[in-house]
C-alpha cells in the first residue's frame, strides 16, 4: 500500500492567515492525489482532485499544488468556516489511501 | 442534483449479520464506480471496497478482503456493504462515495452510516 503521510497533524491559526498542508507519498503517484475538507459529523468533502484542479463550488482561496510524491495544500485568507480537518489521499493505486490529516484550529 | 442517501444507524452485537446501504439519484448509476469508506471513531477515512455497477467489478482493500462484501442493485440504483459476521472492530461511521471521472476523487459522498458493534 502506499503510505501518505501529513504535516503538520494540527495548527493553529487566525482569520485571514495563510496554511500550508503538506502531503508526501511513499512512493510516487504523478497527480493522483485528492485533497478533502471535513467538518465535524459530516462526511469529507472533495476540494481538489488531480492534485490541482479545484472543485466547482470551492472557494479560490484554495490551492493544491505537486505531483510524484510531495504535495501542498494552500489556503489564502482563512475563513471561519475554513476551521476544519483536512485529508489528501491518493487515487493512483489500490487501495486509494488517506492521509493522518491535519486539523486547522483557531488560534 | 447528485445525491447519495445511506441507511439508518445500526446497534449490532457480535457474530450478527449486517447489510447497510447507500441509494444513488441524480446521475446514471452504471456509469460511475461507487465505494465504501470506514471512518472509525477520532481517526481518518479508510478505503475499503469499490464496485464498478454496469458489470458488478469490484476491488478491495487487502486488509478487509474476505471481511465485507460490497454489491449493488441497478434496477434501484442502490450499493450495498454487507458482514457475514460483525466484530467490535467494526465499530465505525461508513460513508458510501461516488468515484468522479477527475483522477478518481470521491466527488459525492452519502451522510454516513454509524455501525455499532457491542455485547
Known amino acids: 500500500d502506499i503510505q501518505m503521510t501529513q504535516s503538520p497533524s494540527s495548527l493553529s491559526a487566525s482569520v485571514g492567515d495563510r496554511v500550508i498542508i503538506t502531503c508526501r507519498a511513499s512512493q510516487s503517484v504523478s497527480t493522483y492525489l485528492s485533497w478533502y475538507q471535513q467538518k465535524r459529523g459530516k462526511a469529507p468533502d472533495l476540494l481538489i482532485s488531480g492534485a490541482s484542479s479545484l472543485q466547482i463550488g470551492v472557494p479560490s482561496r484554495f490551492s493544491g499544488s505537486g505531483s510524484g510524491t510531495d504535495f501542498t495544500l494552500t489556503i489564502s485568507n482563512l475563513q471561519p468556516e475554513d476551521f476544519a480537518i483536512y485529508y489528501c489521499?491518493?487515487?493512483?493505486?489500490?487501495?486509494?489511501?488517506f492521509g493522518q490529516g491535519t486539523k486547522v484550529e483557531t488560534k | 442534483e447528485v445525491q447519495l442517501v445511506q441507511s439508518g444507524a445500526e446497534v449490532k452485537k457480535p457474530g450478527e449479520s449486517l447489510k447497510i446501504s447507500c441509494k444513488a439519484s441524480?446521475?446514471?448509476?452504471?456509469?460511475?464506480?461507487i465505494g465504501w469508506v470506514r471512518q472509525m471513531p477520532g481517526k481518518g477515512p479508510e478505503w475499503m471496497t469499490i464496485?464498478?455497477?454496469?458489470?458488478?467489478?469490484?476491488r478491495y482493500s487487502p486488509s478487509l478482503q474476505g471481511q465485507v462484501t460490497i454489491s449493488v442493485d441497478k434496477s434501484i440504483s442502490t450499493a450495498y456493504l454487507q458482514w457475514s459476521s460483525l466484530r467490535a472492530s467494526d465499530t465505525a461511521m461508513y460513508y458510501c462515495a461516488r468515484q468522479g471521472a477527475q483522477k478518481q476523487a470521491f466527488d459525492y459522498w452519502g451522510q454516513g452510516t454509524l455501525v455499532t458493534v457491542s455485547s
Open positions: 464496485i464498478y455497477p454496469a458489470d458488478s467489478d469490484t
Open positions: 489521499q491518493q487515487t493512483y493505486s489500490l487501495p486509494r489511501t
Open positions: 441524480g446521475y446514471s448509476f452504471i456509469d460511475y464506480w
